[in-house]
């Protein structure tokens, strides 16, 4: 066993770990803490500089074997000089990174030697934004204010006023880094470099006098945009709208992009599914005896929409009809749609229609009453009406450990399911113990 294990919990692996378990556990902390998908978290350079250089540590035979046997000491001196640790020396975290994933998945940064992470491309604005099923139905086209940040007219993105130059930075000595000592574990200390907070890892820095008067010496100012976006008939829930190049502008970079994400509203009436909508409509008891031929609902796009159901159909509680062609349109091909399954719910007349029928009439017309059960029980009691709600009694808790009664023993058994009784007093009086009956 290695005298420390400090790099191996840093990866989430165990010292005997193989080659290939080590290398993977790398790729996937790695894509976890990279700092260009943990932007608003300060310490996730930091973690990935360390799990790079625990990575570069145990990936060889060599410094791996003299980590096992001395620890952090192996890796001092002639023991091997391990990455992110006493000095830094060795390969590049981002080169670590390029080795395993490929070029392709630099997430948007550019890891030089020296200066740290230099942006390929402008930082993306994500934005959501509300839809109605409406919306998504017939289509859309949105226009809006938007502010955004753009290289600044005046010093054309350099910051500063007429010639003037900036300075190298004091704080990290024009390198863009420092060096910073964290904690591997108990003793163990470990150094890596990060972006100088000064000069924002530029190395260099405007005096205040030299400053552009408009941008402040900050390279871009803020102006007011007007974009326009098209939500296309079928787009689904979550689906992204780019605009491609209208993000924030840096100087020296392509700008970001500008992304809204549709998050669909609910609707009291219409229920998505896919390329399916449904609903439920209501009729009556004669409509469900007798058929119907009428405007059952309004639609998304404001039609009306008329259906006669078959003659001689009875329609029953629960039944649901499909109207084809008439769900959501299909994305990029609006002319095709989905289905409509229509749910069909019967409304019971009321007391008061009652009151004003010929019960006798009516009770000829409907199908006969079930008779009374044949054989007869024995016993027959008659129990009053009352009405209730069903989901008053599924709602009720059932509680498992309330007492019971026993009929098979006779016995009432309490909450920890032994039974229950008492004695009247310790002596032997030759009477059986009262069982308690509620």
Request: proline residues 7%; hydrophobic residues 30%; negative net charge.
């Amino acid at each position: 066993m290695p005298v420390e294990r400090e790099l191996y919990d840093l990866l989430g692996v165990a010292p005997d770990a193989t080659q290939d378990e080590i290398k993977k556990a790398y790729r996937n902390k790695a894509r976890e803490h990279h700092p260009d998908k943990n932007p608003d978290d300060p310490t996730a350079h930091q973690r990935f500089q360390e799990m790079a250089a625990a990575y570069e540590i145990l990936s060889s035979v060599e410094t791996r074997e003299a980590y096992d046997r001395y620890g952090m000491e192996g890796m001092s001196g002639g023991g091997g000089g391990g990455p992110g640790f006493s000095g830094m020396g060795g390969m590049d975290p981002a080169d670590i990174f390029a080795e395993l994933f490929g070029a392709s998945m630099n997430f948007g940064f550019d890891y030089g030697p020296s200066r740290g992470p230099r942006r390929t491309k402008g930082q993306d604005s994500n934005i959501p934004y509300e839809v109605t099923l409406e919306d998504l139905y017939n289509g859309k086209t949105v226009k809006m204010n938007m502010e955004k940040e753009v290289v600044c007219g005046t010093c054309k993105g350099t910051g500063a006023k007429g010639n003037a130059k900036p300075k190298p930075c004091i704080k990290c000595e024009g390198k863009g880094w420092t060096n910073v000592t964290t904690a591997l574990g108990p003793s163990r200390l470990g150094t890596h470099r990060a972006m100088c907070t000064e000069c924002g890892g530029q190395g260099e820095k405007l005096r205040e006098k030299d400053r552009c008067k408009k941008c402040k010496g900050n390279k871009t100012v803020k102006e007011k945009t007007r974009q326009e976006i098209y939500i296309e008939r079928g787009m689904a829930d979550r689906q992204r709208i780019v605009l491609a190049g209208a993000g924030d502008e840096e100087p020296g970079i392509p700008p970001g992009d500008v992304i809204f994400t549709l998050k669909t509203r609910h609707h009291e009436s219409f229920e998505r599914s896919g390329n399916d909508l449904l609903t439920t409509v209501h009729i009556t008891l004669s409509e469900a005896l007798l058929g119907f031929s009428r405007i059952l609902l309004t639609h998304l796009d404001g039609r009306g929409v008329h259906v006669s159901s078959p003659p001689g159909k009875i329609i029953k509680p629960g039944d649901s009809i499909i109207l084809r062609g008439e769900g959501m349109p299909v994305y990029k091909t609006p002319d095709h749609k989905g289905n409509l399954y229509v749910m069909l719910e019967i409304d019971m007349p009321d007391e008061s229609w009652l009151k004003t029928i010929d019960a006798q009439a009516l009770a000829g017309l409907l199908p006969p009453k079930k008779p009374e059960m044949d054989p007869k029980p024995a016993v027959v009691d008659e129990v009053p009406f009352e009405e209730s709600d069903i989901v008053d009694v599924r709602e009720t808790p059932f509680n498992a450990s309330s007492s019971f009664f026993d009929h098979a023993t006779g016995f009432q058994f309490g909450d920890d399911g032994e039974e229950d009784w008492e004695d009247e007093d310790d002596e032997d009086d030759g009477m059986e113990p009262e069982c308690r009956t509620q």
